[in-house]
């Protein structure tokens, strides 16, 4: 096997178990500003023990996933090293702007977030799960603003050097929101609202399947059956508008995803299916002229096929075109599920369907399943460019990095990553399995909390009693 075959599956195995984690802390972040929030407004105890569980689960998170994204960086210096070097004028102030902006931000409350309760007034510690939870999305925006500017690159120029040609940032706020950037961070950051809302769904169905937690439970699924609900309205207009614009800015991708190959032909839609590269015909349930309508809602509307461009500027066209229709189902079905599950919880006629409950209990891994598909509709569509119509992939690699080291690193990471999965699972398995009265303390008063914070002493049920 190849150096560069080696690399590329090393990326994306390390690329693909990170992408686990990111999305659960956005999700669960939104979900900790809502329950904080809930309990700022109404005072009710139950909301703070909500916060006080999620927010461990949270941290575990939010951990690995630091841990699992540092090798990717690595990466681009030992096995991409032509890559960073075309693009690292680029990548190089978006990924700053990340540390400065985003991950500081995050780390930095994050302290107060885990450790900070009683020891600040409720309204800061309510602020640190803000910023936190800002901070994820800011680390979102910045990913995403480098990523989609290899999809649609723009606000640069090419500038021949000593070491080869390099691309340069002119324009710095058209590098940022290029033509892809808006899109692809909404759909982003709406699939991480799903990852979040679906595994509290998933904790949340499990204790009241087992009788257990029954008012917590009730309560988070309330809020996260909502979250998913809405989320899961909106993903399918902004996936829908993200497809539209594909047909301008990557055609190629566009006509890979629908298995379009005839330019003179309008676009039909195809719903399950097949794409024949010996007949350059897809089977399968199709409604005729559909896919144009999308577009622009003319039925005769005909756009670029697979027929316009050379064969070796397209992508494989099999994995992309039953990637997208496979994670497209996934969200209908999430859509479906959290309505009948929004419907159901506020009825309380939920605890009384266990097959439903068992159904959300296994949910939990949907979204992780179509946010890995949509990366590669997203990265396999791009190929065989490494940075769109300038770079390819093969003309990417480091010459200098041999097939067996790349081979030994990855064995290497494979076993890690087996290792930080097994301990991820286990400490999320024994959290969950404790629930939420394990080692909770009611909230201090509120005026209890002032006084500590202006240093001045506290007379406790207990201390009266020992004095008296």
């Not at 984690?21 to 999700?27: A, E, L, N, Q, Y």
């Not at 899109?183 to 990852?195: C, K, P």
């Not at 670029?304 to 990637?323: H, I, N, R, T, Y």
């Not at 699972?425 to 209890?448: H, N, Q, T, V, W």
Request: proline fraction near 5%; hydrophobic fraction near 50%.
């Amino acid at each position: 096997m190849s150096a560069e075959i080696l690399a590329r599956i090393q990326f994306a195995v390390t690329a693909g178990f990170h992408f686990i984690f990111p999305p659960m802390s956005i999700g669960l972040g939104l979900l900790l500003v809502i329950m904080e929030g809930l309990y700022l407004k109404t005072k009710d105890p139950l909301y703070h023990k909500m916060t006080r569980f999620w927010v461990l689960v949270f941290a575990l998170t939010f951990a690995v996933g630091v841990a699992t994204g540092i090798p990717m960086e690595f990466q681009f210096g030992t096995n991409w090293s032509r890559y960073s070097r075309y693009v690292g004028d680029i990548f190089g102030s978006a990924l700053a702007a990340e540390g400065v902006f985003a991950f500081f931000l995050e780390s930095g409350f994050l302290a107060i977030l885990v450790f900070g309760w009683n020891k600040v007034s409720p309204k800061m510690h309510f602020f640190s799960t803000c910023m936190v939870f800002m901070g994820s999305i800011f680390s979102a925006v910045w990913i995403l603003v480098a990523n989609s500017w290899q999809q649609t690159p723009a606000g640069f120029r090419l500038e021949q050097t000593a070491t080869g040609e390099v691309a340069r940032i002119t324009d710095f706020w058209a590098m940022v929101f290029n033509p892809s950037t808006v899109d692809r961070f909404t759909h982003t950051v709406l699939a991480s609202f799903l990852t979040g809302a679906f595994f509290a769904i998933s904790v949340a169905a499990y204790y009241m399947l087992k009788k257990q937690h029954l008012d917590f439970a009730r309560r988070s699924l309330k809020i996260a059956l909502s979250v998913a609900l809405v989320a899961s309205v909106a993903q399918i207009l902004v996936g829908h508008a993200s497809t539209q614009h594909l047909v301008k800015n990557q055609p190629e991708k566009f006509a890979t995803i629908e298995g379009h190959y005839d330019s003179t032909k309008p676009v039909d839609l195809t719903i399950l299916g097949s794409y024949n590269p010996q007949t350059n015909e897809t089977t399968g349930i199709k409604i005729p002229n559909m896919g144009s309508v999308l577009i622009d809602g003319n039925p005769d509307t005909k756009v670029q096929g697979l027929d316009s461009f050379a064969k070796e500027d397209l992508p494989p066209v099999a994995p992309v075109f039953q990637s997208f229709r496979i994670m497209v189902g996934i969200g209908t079905f999430l859509l479906l599920l959290s309505l009948v599950g929004t419907i159901s919880v506020f009825r309380g006629t939920l605890e009384n369907k266990p097959t439903l409950l068992k159904v959300m209990i296994v949910s939990a891994v949907l979204p992780h399943i179509a946010n890995l598909l949509g990366w590669m509709v997203a990265e396999v569509g791009r190929q065989p460019w490494s940075v769109y119509r300038l770079l390819r992939t093969s003309e990417s690699t480091s010459k200098v990095v041999s097939a067996g080291q790349i081979a030994g690193s990855l064995t290497m990471f494979i076993f890690l990553y087996i290792l930080l999965g097994f301990l991820f699972f286990y400490l999320l398995d024994k959290r969950i399995k404790a629930g939420p009265d394990a080692d909770y303390d009611e909230p201090e008063p509120l005026e209890s909390q002032k006084l500590k914070l202006f240093g001045a002493k506290v007379n406790t049920p207990e201390s009266t009693e020992a004095k008296s």
